[in-house]
């Protein structure tokens, strides 16, 4: 089964060891720093699950989460 993950972090290296974990563990991940590129992606590529860091610049991760959601989206939050 393919299994994708969205990770969002602003700090390089928890989204690398994310990414490296996830990826051992079988998940195709994607990668973004910033809440804007989270709504996107997400919306685009609708992951099994989103991994998002509630303190980013600018918009936060909470507010990404209450935007997805008042855009549909319906799938797995991890804050």
Not at 5 to 34: I, K, M, T, W
Not at 35 to 52: G, W
Not at 53 to 69: C, I, M, Q, Y
Request: proline share 4%; net charge negative; glycine share 8%.
């Amino acid at each position: 089964e393919d299994r994708s993950v969205l990770v969002v972090d602003d700090d390089p290296d928890v989204a690398q060891l994310l990414e490296a974990l996830l990826g051992d563990l079988g998940f195709r991940v994607a990668v973004v720093d910033n809440a804007q590129a989270a709504i996107e992606e997400a919306t685009r590529q609708m992951p099994d699950v989103l991994l998002i860091d509630v303190e980013l610049p600018g918009l936060s991760g909470n507010a990404a989460v209450f935007k997805l959601r008042s855009r549909g989206y319906r799938g797995r939050i991890v804050t």
